[in-house]
């Protein structure tokens, strides 16, 4: 989107919308935003990009901008498109680091990282997860608990990155390390419920889908990307009916984010194997 703002107060404007965004009233929804997210939900990406460039090209205030460009960054997802993801959403990382908004950009990173570990692309996930740590440390602002809980969520990710390379002893060296941070009462109580998903994903791909199945059951049971984690692993322990009921709640679904964007595709194709519909 073009401006003529100079680029720090393009920045700073930028950076109030998108911190601000919780706290503001809501906006009526872009339609051609809404289109392409229903039509990514169907299965037709190609199509829902269509309608999602359109809401960034014409997005009338940053934080619109920014969600947009987002969702744009989400539906490339679906497909499993690491570089394409990060071609949109980088520029975001960009902006919200050099206005000096560490957390920002930090969570940016992050989420640009999770869509390509996800997607299958543990270097690119590694360099970004790495951006992120090393942004979010720098906030002095404490929205987030301060620099313990992106250490927390740097043990969190190379240990997710290992356990998609089948490095099993790296992947628990960080898991023991996540759990170090966890146990020093320095982080917010609600991060206590991303340790037995880090353990259940861990676990399933290292193959223990009992394991998986016992870890992810006492995860955050609304999460469709832990929801898909436990169905995978109740198809390998011979529990189907399970499985099916866990991918039908993904398919009836309507969130639009990253986790969404690698059950929906899997709980799609596995219920039609099942015979479910």
């Given at each position: 989107?073009?401006?003529?703002?100079?680029?720090?107060?393009?920045?700073?404007?930028?950076?109030?919308?998108?911190?601000?965004?919780?706290?503001?009233?809501?906006?009526?929804?872009?339609?051609?935003?809404?289109?392409g997210i229903t039509l990514d939900l169907q299965g037709k990406y190609e199509e829902a990009r269509t309608h999602?460039?359109?809401?960034?090209?014409?997005?009338?205030?940053?934080?619109?901008?920014?969600?947009?460009?987002?969702?744009?960054?989400?539906?490339?997802?679906?497909?499993?498109?690491?570089?394409?993801?990060?071609?949109?959403?980088?520029?975001?990382?960009?902006?919200a680091l050099a206005a000096k908004g560490f957390n920002d950009a930090g969570e940016l990173a992050n989420e640009l990282a999770r869509i390509c570990l996800e997607s299958g692309d543990a270097a690119q996930a590694e360099a970004w997860y790495r951006k992120?740590?090393?942004?979010?440390?720098?906030?002095?602002?404490?929205?987030?608990?301060?620099?313990?809980?992106?250490?927390?969520?740097?043990e969190h990710a190379q240990a997710r990155i290992a356990a998609r390379r089948g490095q099993k002893a790296e992947a628990a060296t960080h898991v023991a390390a996540a759990k170090a941070v966890l146990d020093s009462g320095k982080l917010p109580q609600q991060q206590a419920a991303f340790f037995p998903y880090l353990t259940g994903y861990v676990a399933f791909y290292g193959g223990d889908f009992p394991k998986a199945v016992t870890d992810l059951q006492q995860a955050n049971q609304n999460d469709v990307f832990i929801m898909s984690l436990l169905a995978q692993s109740y198809e390998k322990t011979g529990e189907a009916a399970k499985a099916k009921a866990l991918y039908q709640k993904i398919m009836d679904a309507t969130n639009h984010n990253p986790p969404m964007a690698f059950a929906r595709p899997v709980a799609r194709a596995r219920l039609s194997a099942l015979g479910a519909h």
């Open positions: 989107m073009k401006t003529t703002l100079p680029l720090a107060f393009a920045c700073a404007a930028f950076l109030t919308a998108l911190s601000a965004a919780a706290q503001q009233p809501a906006q009526p929804p872009d339609p051609e935003l809404q289109q999602i460039k359109r809401a960034v090209d014409t997005a009338t205030t940053p934080d619109a901008a920014s969600r947009a460009t987002r969702a744009l960054a989400v539906s490339y997802a679906f497909e499993s498109k690491c570089t394409e993801a990060a071609a949109v959403e980088a520029p975001l990382y960009e902006k992120g740590f090393e942004a979010g440390k720098q906030d002095t602002s404490n929205q987030n608990s301060g620099p313990e809980l992106w250490t927390f969520r740097w």
